[in-house]
């Protein structure tokens, strides 16, 4: 059984920048990234992949294997290509969806066991809800609300309301939101009061990240706000909302605090956004970005 387990789609990305202007093609996608993340993290932490793509992008998933990730691959007719636009401000971003895969189903995983399941939800119909229903009576969930708050309509990816976020909130353990989700999801303005009211609604841990801000974590009734270490140069931002949530349920399972997992997953991201692709630094970089800030 793995400790913590990563179910999403691996995606084709092109990711277009303006600083430099480059357009990249790669591969993508919040198990793309986090797999990788925990492939560059000491291997203390029993960690496994399950993924749903087409047979065009099976060699990402040998390339993760011969990594030492433990993956579960099923094959898809297409698979979810994501175009990734980036203004100056790398905050600012607009997106399309060139092509979409099948949502992931109870069959596929009825046998696969963790402590802890991160959804890695790309669009909203990635998980039913008694998809994330049925996982919550195996493991703790674990979820990136980005997905659930986009709406594709031809190819623009458009933002959308969470219609069924009371009923899987209280089955989720672990939720992770970015400052515009945690607006639409709540309608508050102030980020204590929103991270409180998704509290409220089931969540055990309420994660806010704010970019450049940093990020905000409720948990047992306190508040724990953690700084975004500044990159040497901000390069390519895709994938850090999903570096942040490895190195956040790496944290947790070493028995790391709130507050040292929210500065261990900070610390991922600021290493993360000084290059395009998936993270690929040590524990020692991130012990040293951390150790130069305090």
Known sequence: MNSIC??????????ITQ???????????????????????????????????????????????????????????????????YGVNMDNRTQRVLAKSEPFTIEQLKDVKAEVFHLGTLLADDFAPEVVEYLATKGDISIDVQGYMRYVKGE?????????????????????VNEFEYQSLTGLSNPHAAAEQIHDWGVREVIITLGGGGSLIFAEGQFYETPAFPPRQTVDATGCGDTYSAGYLYGRAKGMDYAESGRFAAAMCTLKLEHTGPFNKTIDDIRNIIGNSY
Not at 6 to 15: E, K, S, W
Not at 54 to 69: C, D, N, Q, T, Y
């Open 6 to 15: 990563c179910i999403g789609h691996i995606t084709r990305d092109r990711i």
């Open 156 to 176: 623009q990816v458009l933002p959308t309301t969470w219609g069924d976020k009371q009923r899987l909130l209280k089955n989720t353990a672990i939720l992770k």
């Open 19 to 85: 600083r430099p202007p480059k357009t990249t093609h790669c591969a993508g996608g919040t198990a793309y990234y986090v797999a990788w993340a925990f492939a560059s993290l000491p291997r203390d932490v029993d960690f496994g992949v399950v993924t749903s793509i087409s047979r065009e992008v099976m060699p990402e998933v040998e390339k993760l294997r011969h990594a030492g990730i433990d993956v579960t691959a099923y094959e898809s007719q297409t698979n979810v290509f994501f175009e990734n636009s």
